[in-house]
């Protein structure tokens, strides 16, 4: 049988155990953060990968481009060279379908082999690329 000294201590012995757990506890460095889910390592800004084509438009005008697709659509562009003053840097805008850089005043829209280039409020000019 249990001793009513032992009866009348347990829960004070049972209390200052938690309480020293506690405080022990409380003395203790916070455990490190999780490690963060495997992921692949973002494309590096100076790896784009670079298409070229050269389209000839029902006008008359050539078109050399460049396309670069960058790591983020605000990265990717095309570089345009029509043989009249510095090259064209049109940015990338979401097409539904094909391609679609665009400036305020330059457009160059497209699917496959075909294209449209359009310049300021003229009617835009058919062009099919030649490789």
């Not at 032992?6 to 309480?19: D, E, F, K, Y």
């Not at 697709?69 to 029509?82: I, Q």
Request: glycine share 8%; proline share 12%; hydrophobic share 35%.
């Amino acid at each position: 049988m249990s001793s009513p000294i032992w009866g009348r201590l347990a829960p004070s012995v049972i209390l200052a155990g938690m309480i020293a757990g506690c405080a022990a506890e409380r003395d203790l460095p916070p455990p490190p953060p999780p490690a963060p889910d495997p992921v692949a390592a973002p494309p590096s800004e100076d790896v784009n990968s670079v298409y070229t084509a050269t389209y000839v438009c029902d006008d008359g005008t050539r078109l050399d481009v460049r396309f670069i697709n960058g790591p983020t659509l605000e990265d990717s562009r095309a570089v345009v060279s029509t043989g009249e003053g510095a090259p064209l840097v049109l940015p990338q805008k979401i097409a539904a379908s094909g391609i679609w850089y665009a400036t305020p005043r330059h457009e160059l829209r497209g699917k496959g082999r075909d294209a449209t280039w359009t310049v300021g409020r003229r009617t835009a000019a058919h062009c099919q690329a030649t490789d």
